[in-house]
């Protein structure tokens, strides 16, 4: 059982940063990849980007690309979303997620323990 709690979120004006935490508990983080998902009101749940288990391999979707940074730091139990260059329609509900089979999955039900989520509202 691996129990994740997702920090960080809130309000910033466009082109604003914000940096996302993600702790974990109950299992040793290294035996997981992690994801980060998000979902807008009235939308389904978008993937962001994901990151091996050693941290050497990072995927991002597109719409963050080259302004989205994932990171981990297994001796902590924590994964960072470093979000810059932040626009309006990044505004959503911000959730980390673990897998303990795929190397670096995308898709929302190949995760195993899901955070409560952070909301992150991004003003034009």
């Known amino acids: 059982q691996v129990q994740l709690v997702e920090s960080g979120g809130g309000l910033v004006q466009a082109g604003g940063s914000l940096r996302l935490s993600c702790a974990a508990s109950?299992?040793?983080?290294?035996?997981?990849?992690m994801g980060w998902f998000r979902q807008a009101p009235g939308k389904g749940r978008e993937f962001v980007g994901v990151?091996?288990?050693?941290?050497?391999?990072?995927q991002y979707a597109g719409s963050v690309k080259g302004r989205f940074t994932i990171s981990r730091d297994n001796a902590k139990n924590t994964v960072s979303l470093q979000m810059n260059s932040l626009k309006p329609e990044d505004t959503a509900v911000y959730y980390c997620?673990?897998?303990?089979?795929?190397?670096?999955?995308?898709?929302?039900?190949?995760?195993?323990?899901w955070g409560q989520g952070t909301q992150v509202t991004v003003s034009s």
């Open positions: 109950g299992d040793i983080l290294r035996n997981y990849a």
């Open positions: 990151i091996s288990r050693n941290g050497a391999n990072v």
């Open positions: 997620a673990a897998d303990g089979t795929s190397w670096l999955p995308t898709m929302a039900r190949e995760y195993d323990y």
